[in-house]
């Protein structure tokens, strides 16, 4: 098992619809996520990073906390073609590194 | 400078010989990482830099692979007798004081092993 879960994907959803990626985590003691958006080709960018437990918003992205389930979660609110992208899973577990999870694959479509 | 700057961009390399990537942090930042991103999956781990002292370096697959931060900006992954497995994209990160802050990526480099 690896320690940061995610669906590959991929997501498809319509233009304007909220979307939402999910990621698991093993190591209990995890403290902070980071999610990170890569378009093809390119280097992985920070959205967003959450400590606590419930949410934590910022413009059309929510970020969801829920250390109970080890879960972390991530909304985009009015999907936009242009989040059409891999959207990477991120957690403190354990090292002095981040660890990744594979990604997400979203696709808006038009 | 203004973001993490990575070089070569891209680099073919014949099976069996020795590559050397460089990555220039965002001046300050303390912490260095080094990651190998193969073809469709997630970042994976391969070492640690704070200042000039490399901290993990668990993740590095083979002992042909060595990094260096000599003077505590400027670092060096240096992979040895390149096998093809060694194919992919290696991304240097920087921090301004460890993994709470979440990374700066550079743009990569991409390694093509022939």
């Known amino acids: 098992q690896k320690e940061v879960e995610q669906n590959s994907g991929p997501l498809s959803v319509p233009e304007g619809a909220i979307a939402s990626l999910n990621c698991t985590y093993s190591?209990?003691?995890?403290?902070?996520f980071f999610w990170y958006r890569q378009y093809s080709g390119k280097s992985p960018e920070l959205i967003m990073f959450?400590?606590?437990?419930g949410d934590k918003e910022d413009g059309r992205f929510t970020a969801q906390l829920n250390k109970a389930s080890q879960y972390v979660s991530l909304l985009i609110r009015d999907s936009q073609p242009s989040d059409s992208a891999t959207y990477l899973c991120a957690g403190d577990t354990g090292r002095r590194a981040l660890t990744f999870g594979s990604g997400t694959r979203l696709q808006v479509q038009p | 400078g203004a973001g993490v700057s990575q070089s070569p961009r891209y680099k073919v390399a014949k099976r069996g010989q020795d590559v050397a990537l460089r990555c220039d942090p965002i001046s300050g930042h303390v912490s260095l990482f080094w990651y190998q991103q193969a073809l469709g999956q997630g970042p994976e781990f391969l070492t640690y830099?704070?200042?000039?002292?490399?901290?993990?370096k668990s993740g590095l697959p083979s002992d042909r692979f060595f990094a260096e931060r000599p003077e505590g900006s400027v670092s060096t992954l240096k992979i040895q007798r390149t096998q093809q497995e060694d194919s992919a994209v290696y991304l240097c990160a920087s921090s301004l004081g460890g993994q709470f802050y979440g990374y700066t990526f550079g743009s990569g480099t991409r390694l093509t092993v022939v």
């Open positions: 959450i400590y606590s437990n």
């Open positions: 830099f704070q200042n000039e002292a490399q901290l993990d």
């Open positions: 190591d209990r003691g995890s403290q902070s």
